[in-house]
């Protein structure tokens, strides 16, 4: 039987330093061992918990879409005990991972539709991997129009770079890239993304939306979706609690009867007006 | 299967078979605790008590397990990995192990083996080595409400055998194969043993005068329930000492931590209780739960709204009543459900 507690071994391939205020690093982590690599079987939308042992483990969106590969990329914010420490350690070194936890996207139930992507900040990762997924070779055609607009305060702040610019190039996608106030030599959309998404006025026709993004960018965004006539269950939205064990079980993630952690983080809008706001 | 019976001088002859295959467990003083205790043949049993002060649930859920280890040594190409602490070498019986102890293992176990892709293995491992013989309750405390909460004095689920105390014998009742064979030497009971545990039943279950009412709690919705008036003052006297979550035998949440000496590094969990403020709090500084209010509703919606719909039904609460007579403020759990059924807006 499965030990869910037990960590895959991984090792470092790469550390970059994501943002200009050096508080993001991206990391890209190899399976030490291949079965190990293989039973790590995700999709967009779920995470794992980073395991550095002697600090513990933090839970992180999958940032990398299987459709890439074997490796594992994590966009980490440094903020507490664990992602400290990780921010400190070098390509080599040996640490854990344990998932994939969560359940993903709905990407089977949004075949055939529209989709709309609304990303905030670091919280882009996740949408990171679904992009990568949907405009796959594999993929692309099962979807219809897609729309995505991510936002972050200045264009050094924003993830991704050479990854956004692939996707501003590409005829399949409507990207609109935003920061919130113009600097010299930016030459794509300026403005907060509840602005950015009121001018593009995605239809909710056949569509559906993924929002992710700073509690404040969620608040402004909902009336512009209310006003194009999005319904809750066209609006998909990513949850972070604290957390430890990733497998319902340990008690503290719950939002009313549900485990961030087991049942989300995927929520649509519809189910999270019928819980209480414990996120 | 049939109910079996054995006097009670001859209790060391069971204890001896049962120690044969098992370590043998059971409730015993300690002062003027009750504490549950290695037994080892020639031991006397106790048999009059109400119940063990702790729950049993550190036998299949310690309060500090270690769960893996690893080499702390970043160069050595063995380090770094986590591997995990074997399981239980051997076999433990749990003796007089009151029925509503047992209920809660079984209410537990909807909690670490939900998933079968993420069976909480250290759960598992002590729970399927670890077999249950009941006492039945022939003098429940004031506390008890086991009744209204889908369980009782002489409550079989859960359990390998049901000891019934009847004076100079004891009922013996094997409730599953393993109880069966470990009880195969001893004699058939009479029907007068089986009538007389029936009686102490019916006579044990009508002491508990004083239960919980959940009809309501059930029919509203979870944001009904959720915002009904009298989480306003429940939470009032709480201090969030946490004791109700360490003493209940169904509050199962905890935290993992690493901790290191040297080169050896660990992995524990140990239990937490959702009273605690930084269960919740978030490295940003948000805290969803951040007030008292927030946290004593969460304990009670999460046994007898949350926990029914997540687990068929099933309340996080067998009736124990340890929460109430350990609680450092009074607060009865009882009263607690029974505001919570109230009708809103009366």
Same mark, same amino acid.
């Given at each position: ?39 790590? @079987? ?24 299987? /459709? ?47 989709? #709309? ?9 996740? %949408?990171?991997? /679904? ?7 594999? $993929?692309? @055609?099962?979807?219809?129009?897609? /729309? ?23 005829? @399949? #996608? ?8 113009? #600097? ?21 026709? $056949?569509?559906?939306? %993924?929002? +992710? ?14 006003? *194009? ?11 972070? $609690?604290?957390?430890? +064990?990733?497998?319902?079980? +340990?008690?503290? *993630? $719950?939002?009313?009867?549900?485990? #961030? +952690? ?5 929520? /649509? ?11 | ?49 109400? !119940? ?19 080499? !702390? ?30 209920? &809660? ?54 359990? =390998? ?42 006579? &044990? ?26 989480? =306003? ?114």
């Amino acid at each position: 039987m499965k030990n869910p507690y037990l960590p895959y071994p991984v090792r470092i391939r790469k550390v970059e330093i994501a943002t200009e205020d050096r508080s993001l690093r991206t990391f890209e982590l190899e399976f030490l061992n291949r079965e190990d690599a293989e039973a790590f @079987d995700y999709l967009p939308g779920q995470f794992a918990e980073l395991s550095v042992p002697g600090y513990g483990e933090a839970p992180i969106g999958i940032a990398s879409s299987p /459709t890439e590969g074997e490796h594992l990329t994590f966009t980490v914010s440094k903020a507490g005990l664990v992602t400290s420490k990780l921010h400190s350690m070098k390509e080599g070194d040996i640490m854990g991972v344990r998932g994939p936890l969560g359940k993903p996207y709905p990407l089977k139930d949004m075949e055939g539709k529209n989709i #709309v992507i609304l990303a905030g900040g670091y919280a882009v990762t996740t %949408l990171r991997s /679904t992009m990568v997924w949907l405009l796959h070779p594999d $993929n692309r @055609d099962s979807y219809g129009e897609i /729309t995505f607009v991510y936002g972050a305060r200045t264009p050094g702040m924003l993830l991704y770079k050479d990854t956004l610019e692939e996707w501003d190039q590409r005829s @399949d #996608v409507n990207t609109y890239i935003t920061i919130d106030n113009h #600097v010299e030599g930016w030459d794509k959309y300026v403005g907060f993304v509840p602005q950015i998404a009121e001018e593009v006025a995605p239809s909710p026709e $056949n569509a559906v939306a %993924l929002i +992710c993004g700073p509690p404040i960018m969620i608040k402004f965004t909902q009336p512009v979706l209310d006003k *194009c006539g999005w319904t809750g269950d066209q609006i998909i939205m990513s949850l972070e $609690n604290r957390m430890k +064990c990733g497998i319902g079980i +340990c008690g503290r *993630c $719950n939002v009313g009867p549900y485990y #961030v +952690c087991k049942d989300g983080p995927v929520f /649509t809008k519809a189910q999270l007006d019928e819980l209480p706001k414990e996120y | 299967m049939a109910d079996k019976r054995i006097n009670k001088a001859e209790l060391p002859k069971l204890l001896e078979r049962l120690a044969q295959e098992h370590e043998v467990f059971a409730p015993a003083r300690d002062g003027s605790a009750m504490v549950w205790s290695r037994v080892e043949p020639g031991d006397v049993l106790e048999l009059e008590f109400t !119940n063990t002060d702790l729950s049993p649930k550190g036998f299949l859920f310690p309060q500090t397990e270690r769960l893996m280890h690893f080499k !702390n040594d970043p160069e050595d190409p063995e380090g770094m990995i986590m591997e995990a602490e074997p399981g239980l070498p051997g076999k433990r019986l749990l003796l007089n192990i009151r029925p509503c102890d047992a209920k &809660a293992f079984k209410v537990l176990d909807k909690v670490f083996e939900r998933d079968e892709e993420a069976t909480d293995v250290y759960w598992k491992d002590k729970r399927d080595k670890t077999v249950l013989f009941g006492l039945a309750c022939k003098d429940p405390c004031p506390t008890c409400f086991c009744t209204t909460v889908n369980c009782g004095p002489h409550f079989e689920e859960g359990l =390998d055998a049901l000891l019934v105390d009847l004076g100079d014998r004891l009922l013996v009742r094997p409730l599953s194969e393993t109880g069966e064979r470990l009880t195969a030497d001893l004699e058939e009971a009479g029907q007068e043993d089986t009538e007389a545990a029936t009686a102490q039943k019916e006579e &044990a279950e009508a002491a508990i005068t004083r239960g919980v009412s959940m009809e309501n709690i059930e029919a509203r919705n979870v944001l009904e329930e959720y915002e009904h008036p009298c989480f =306003d003052r429940i939470f009032e006297p709480c201090i969030n000492c946490g004791t109700c979550t360490y003493y209940c035998p169904t509050c199962h949440c905890f935290d993992i931590q690493d901790e290191t000496q040297g080169e050896l590094g660990k992995r524990y969990r140990t239990w937490d209780t959702c009273m605690s403020w930084l269960f919740t709090h978030h490295t940003s500084g948000h805290n969803p739960r951040g007030t008292k209010k927030d946290r004593v509703r969460q304990r009670f919606m999460h046994k007898f709204k949350y926990m029914p719909i997540k687990l068929e039904g099933s309340i996080g609460c067998v009736g124990c009543g340890r929460c109430t007579s350990k609680c450092p403020v009074n607060i009865d759990v009882r009263s607690v459900v029974n505001s919570m059924n109230e009708q809103i807006g009366e």
